[in-house]
């Protein structure tokens, strides 16, 4: 069982940047593909990125693309979003999951934290 805890968001204004952290319990956290996803008030869940286990493989939606960085440490069970140059429609929860498989749907995910709340003012 992996339990994930979300820490890092906040209120920030368009421009400004933002470091959501993810860290996890248990021991397979290293053998896990990780994802950041996100939900606006009256909007589905959207993929944000996700990192392969070994940190070397990205992926990230085209609309955060430039801005966005998805890291992870292995050794402190952590993975990292490091979001620059925020944009008011980047306000929403921010979640992060695990699973086995590197991919851009929820179903891929087996394990999710509770979310954190990042708001972007304009």
């Known amino acids: 069982q992996v339990q994930l805890i979300e820490s890092g968001g906040g209120l920030v204004q368009a421009g400004g940047s933002l470091r959501l952290s993810c860290t996890a319990s248990?021991?397979?956290?290293?053998?896990?593909?990780m994802g950041w996803f996100r939900q606006a008030p009256g909007k589905e869940r959207e993929f944000v990125a996700a990192i392969s286990p070994s940190g070397l493989t990205t992926l990230y939606t085209d609309s955060v693309k430039g801005r966005f960085t998805i890291s992870r440490d292995n050794a402190k069970n952590t993975v990292s979003l490091q979001m620059n140059s925020l944009k008011a429609e980047d306000t929403a929860v921010y979640s992060c999951?695990?699973?086995?498989?590197?991919?851009?749907?929820?179903?891929?995910?087996?394990?999710w934290g509770q979310g954190t709340q990042v708001t972007v003012s304009s």
């Open positions: 999951a695990g699973g086995n498989r590197l991919r851009t749907d929820e179903g891929g995910y087996d394990y």
């Open positions: 248990g021991r397979t956290f290293n053998n896990k593909h």
